[in-house]
């Protein structure tokens, strides 16, 4: 068979996937009232031979908005919707993953509650982040994100508490995991890194300190649905939205030590070359990640091909790879990568925002 490896089937936790060709979280900036429909539903259906879906970065509250027309996972129509997406999934054979997203300093007034400051481990701007917000005049784009304030630290607890009840709606809409986002330069890595943290109390200063809110929202979550049904997102060495970390490396390492000893399903490691940067990381990072982070599974993401992903499971540093503009052009990829066929392009004009076109149009290969 071709890309043999990658259609061995493969334990996560307590689910046993298919195949190992994961759906990477994508925001599409589809949900203008933050609650998924038939659309969503359509779209994510339409995707559910991937091993994994990871649902696009979902919002936590209200407080963790940093672009419009995002989803949310606050209220029970959230809820529903979302409960209508998983169904949509399940009823294909699919398994699905929510990611819980707080933004954090990537944000602006104008999409934050009555136009309060967004919220961040230090009052730092991020230089370069932009969010993106609607206009007076309907129409919706980027715009540089504000300063933030610190977030206090007696606020932090109902922070945590958020992300429980996010992860406890995610149970009861019947998601199969749930994928912490800490990643990207948002909240939870503005916490871990040197450059957005300056922060005197527990939560800044030593690395320990740095990493301590991620692992409190890890878990958080595994009190809902347990360590056999939890990932985290991380992205070592990114250098997005302003985001600066002299500790880089040794942040990775303590959070894959930290992560394997609360028995996580799995460690998604998004590239820091994905948007275009320079740095990448070395396969001698790859394995030492792989030594710590030993008992779950580890998840590539940014720039793999079938090919690449065979090597790397080969290579023993990852298990699966997730892909996400190939799962944007391509809802049947794992047939396509199974059959060597050729692959649709992405327009990437229709990447953010609109509706079917460029969201749930793209065809299937002709049986």
């Known amino acids: 068979m071709a890309h043999s490896k990658l259609f061995t089937p493969l334990k996560v936790g307590a ?12 925001t599409r900036s589809r949900t203008p ?32 908005v940093g672009y419009v027309y995002t989803p949310g996972m606050w209220n029970d ?6 409960k ?61 994100a504000s300063t933030p304030r610190a977030l206090e630290t007696d606020e932090i607890p109902g922070l945590i508490e958020e992300y429980r009840q996010a992860a406890e709606r995610a149970k009861r809409a019947g998601f199969d995991m749930v994928e912490v986002h800490a990643a990207n330069a948002y909240l939870l890595q503005q916490f871990m890194a040197t450059g957005s943290n300056q922060r005197t109390d527990q939560y800044g200063g030593s690395l320990e300190n740095r990493a301590r809110l ?29 985001l600066k970390d002299d500790e880089a490396e040794e942040m990775a390492f303590y959070l894959a030590e930290q992560l394997d000893k609360r028995g996580l399903a799995y460690l998604h490691i998004n590239e820091p070359d994905w948007a275009g940067g320079d740095i990448k990381l070395t396969d001698d990072f790859r394995q030492a990640m792989r030594q710590r982070f030993s008992k779950g599974a580890v998840i590539y993401c940014g720039h793999y091909t079938a090919e690449r992903t065979e090597q790397a499971i080969e290579q023993g540093y990852a298990d699966a790879a997730a892909f996400g503009r190939p799962f944007i052009a391509n809802p049947d990829l794992p047939e396509r990568f199974r059959l060597k066929a050729a692959l649709n392009e992405p327009n990437p004009d229709t990447f953010y925002g609109g509706g079917a076109e460029g969201y749930i149009d793209y065809p299937f290969l002709e049986k």
């Open 214 to 242: 991620p692992l409190e929202v890890v878990d958080a979550v595994v009190d809902v649905f347990g360590a056999d049904r939890v990932g985290i997102r991380i992205s070592p060495f990114i250098e997005i939205f302003g």
């Open 77 to 82: 129509e959230q809820e529903a919707g979302w």
């Open 84 to 144: 209508g997406v998983v169904e949509a999934v399940h009823a294909k054979g699919g398994h699905i993953a929510m990611q819980l997203w707080h933004v954090g300093r990537v944000s602006h007034e104008m999409v934050q509650p009555n136009g309060q400051q967004p919220v961040a481990p230090s009052a730092l701007r991020g230089e370069g982040a932009q969010a993106f917000v609607e206009f007076e005049d309907g129409t919706a784009g980027r715009h540089d």
């Open 33 to 64: 009232d933050t609650i998924p429909g038939e659309m969503q539903q359509t779209y994510y259906g339409q995707r559910a031979s991937a091993g994994l879906i990871i649902s696009e970065a979902t919002n936590i509250s209200p407080t963790a």
């Open 15 to 26: 689910l046993d996937l298919p195949n190992r060709i994961i759906m990477a979280p994508l």
